[in-house]
Every structure is written in C-alpha cells, then in structure tokens.
C-alpha cells in the first residue's frame, strides 16, 4: 500500500515537471525570440531571427527572384568594418517574412595576395541572373586590405546556383578610357589639370573646397572609383551598374556588357556634385525610380528620391520620400527612421507591390545593425515611404 503511495507519489511529481517542461517550451514557442515561430508580418528594426534562431546577417542587402524563392544577399558582418571568412551571407524565403540560412554566398580567400583575403571590406552585394548563360553573378564594392577605404573597387564574381557559392572573378575601376555619354567639352579639357589630383584620396563627403573638382577626368585612365553600388535589370534584360563615384561626388550609371561580367563602356554621371549614396532603382509604369541617401557614412540622413523616363536621365529629384509618424522622433523622416536605403523590391506576383529596404547601422557592433522594410506609395508624380510599427503583405492588395 505503502509503495504504492510513494509510486504514485513519483509519478505525480514526474507528471507535474512533465507539465512545467511543456509550458515552457509551450511560452518560448510562442515568445518573439523563437526561430520556430513562423511570422506572418514584418517588424522594422527589430530582431529579425532566421530558422536557426540567428539574427540575419545580410546588409547592405539586394534580393533576387528565381523559381519561386527570393534570396537576400548581403554583408556578413562581424563587429568592424572588415570581413573575416565569410564575405557575402545568403538566405532564401518563399515569403518574405522567414529566411532560411543558406551559409556563405562568397567566401573571403585563403590566399593572402588575393584582393578577397580576410580583412578587405565587401559591401553592398547585388546578384542578377542573366538567361542568355545561365549564370547568377555577382556584384559588390571592394577595399582592399590596408587600404583605408581609398580603392573604390567594383568585386564580381559568378555561380551556376542561386544561393552559391560564388567564384570570385576579379575587380575593376569601371569605365577606363570611356567619357561618359554626357561628357563637356570642358570635362574633356580638365584631363591635364585632372593629373595634378593622381593620388589624391578624400573621406568621402561633400566639402566646399572640394565641391567640383575634376575627379572623373582624375579618373578618366585608370578607371572610376566604385563605391556604394546597386543593380538594375531593365524589361530588356540589359544590365545597369549604378554607383557613387568621384569620392561620392557624383552618381554613375553604367551599361553592363550581356553576359553582365564587365562595363560596355556606356554610362552617364548624374547628380553631379550632389552627394548621393546607397542608390537603389526600381521600374515602375515605364519610369524608373530611384532612392538613395546623403552622405554621412554610417550616420542616417534624410534620404532622396527621383525619377526619370529613361535610366540615362534627366533625372529630377523628388526630395525626401519618408514621411508620418515615427516611434523615435529623433530618428523619424527627416534621418529616414535611422535608416540607409540598400534595395527595392518588387513583390512577385503583385504588379505595382514594392518594398525598400534601409539598413539602420550600428557602427559600435555592424553584426547588430537593424532591418527596416516598408511599402513604397506610388502616387501621380512621386513616391513616399511612411513608417509602421508592424505590417504584412496585405497592404498590397488594393495595388493595381
Ligand atoms: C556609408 C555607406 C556604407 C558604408 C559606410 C562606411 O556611407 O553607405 O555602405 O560604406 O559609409 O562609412
């Protein structure tokens, strides 16, 4: 009798710490921590974890559609600035909502003479398809190691597969020995005045004794300086580099040749002496749109929109897109909600549907810098972008 009590006693308890151990895992099913939970909506700069539980780590991001899943290529950050084994993080989702780690798209080499070795900075990686070779190539901008950020370098690199890996093929200073379509006549005469800046490297942000100085024709032998980059895939399929150039002076919009590893040595400058950075380009009703940002390294600034009906330009500007309320007023429109732009995004299957996407930079710790997603509002003659705390695809549904 007495054995049985204590068995059954046991058992109560066994029982008891079953139950403890369910609701536990029950509570941390359902927490916002856990990677199990399937999301259903996106949540601007919070901790976006992936199907390891991992915080994703792709900045500087751009998004590719093949086959039904997007991949997200970008920046495997560490703490700082450079890159250690992993050059390039690759994730797919078939919603937008949950990635799935894919491992490292590119991979820094081993080799310590490569341009790629560990310790080389690699931002803002972008991946086309191209159909006519059926290769996924990818493009990025470069620093070498040691260099201190004054190379301006455009990396590609090439795979047979989506998620990778990718083999690295070289870099280049586009455009070597072209004029730009919309050259001057005076731009053309500098190129001897230009000589005197060979070798002369700035930080990188306007500055009046700096405001229109030459550095194209500088430029103009060895190649342009290539700095924060994107890609864009016209209804052609022809291929359009687009990056800050001339120590982040002036834009540059360049044509990729068709199997889109090299410059055809067609481009045009635009924004001149306007300061863009971090471009960002979408088609939409025949015109192409563009975001972008100041430039203020990592700091946020206010960003920028245009528009043109042809990617050469005339480009007008349309001012800051982000508008509405913000959770922190210190970081609301007017410093895009702490936000950089990095890509836009069409939604499949919802013609007129596009998402930016901004990176919110944590240059004490780049692994913990944030995702910020929003819709983009097309109206007549403009876009805008306005903040929400929380959002899903359904915002879409009234989109022609
Ligand atoms: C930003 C740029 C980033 C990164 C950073 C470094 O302006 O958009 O991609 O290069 O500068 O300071």
């Keep these: 009798m007495q054995n049985n009590f204590w068995f059954s006693a046991d058992k109560i308890m066994k029982i008891l710490v079953s139950i403890i151990i369910l609701f536990c895992n029950i509570s941390a099913f359902f927490s916002q921590d856990n990677p199990l939970i399937i999301r259903t909506k996106f949540l601007p700069d919070q901790l976006w974890l992936d199907n390891n539980g991992v915080h994703l780590n792709a900045h500087g991001a751009g998004i590719l559609f093949h086959k039904g899943i997007y991949y997200m290529y970008g920046e495997h950050k560490l703490a700082g600035e450079t890159v250690g084994k992993i050059a390039v993080h690759c994730y797919s989702s078939v919603d937008l909502y949950n990635w799935k780690d894919e491992g490292a798209a590119l991979m820094t080499s081993d080799n310590p003479n490569s341009e790629i070795s560990e310790g080389c900075i690699i931002e803002r990686p972008k991946v086309i398809y191209n159909k006519k070779t059926n290769k996924f190539v990818m493009w990025f901008h470069l620093e070498l190691k040691n260099q201190l950020r004054k190379s301006g370098r455009s990396g590609v690199a090439v795979s047979d597969k989506p998620s990778g890996p990718f083999e690295y093929l070289h870099s280049v200073r586009p455009n070597a020995g072209y004029w730009p379509i919309n050259v001057t006549p005076e731009q053309k005469a500098s190129l001897v005045e230009a000589q005197k800046l060979a070798g002369t490297s700035f930080i990188g942000s306007p500055h009046p004794d700096r405001a229109a100085l030459p550095f194209m024709a500088r430029d103009f032998a060895g190649g342009q300086m290539a700095k924060d980059m994107t890609l864009f895939v016209d209804d052609d399929g022809k291929a359009y580099h687009i990056f800050s150039s001339e120590e982040n002076a002036t834009l540059h919009i360049s044509e990729l040749s068709d199997d889109y590893l090299s410059h055809t040595g067609k481009w045009a400058r635009v924004f001149e002496y306007l300061w863009h950075e971090a471009p960002a380009i979408c088609k939409h009703d025949g015109r192409y749109w563009m975001l972008s940002s100041n430039c203020t390294g990592w700091n946020p600034n206010a960003a920028r929109s245009a528009v043109a009906n042809s990617i050469w330009g005339p480009w007008k500007d349309l001012g800051n897109p982000c ?27 919802k013609p007129g549907a596009y998402i930016v996407l901004f990176d919110v930079w944590r240059p004490e710790n780049l692994i913990a810098s944030g995702y910020v997603w929003l819709p983009i509002r097309f109206e007549k003659n403009r876009f805008s972008i306005s903040w929400l705390d929380t959002w899903d695809l359904s915002v879409f549904k009234h989109k022609n």
């Design 323 to 349: 508008t509405g309320a913000t959770p922190r007023n210190h970081l609301g429109p007017q410093l895009t909600f702490g936000g950089q732009s990095t890509f836009i995004l069409p939604v499949q299957g």
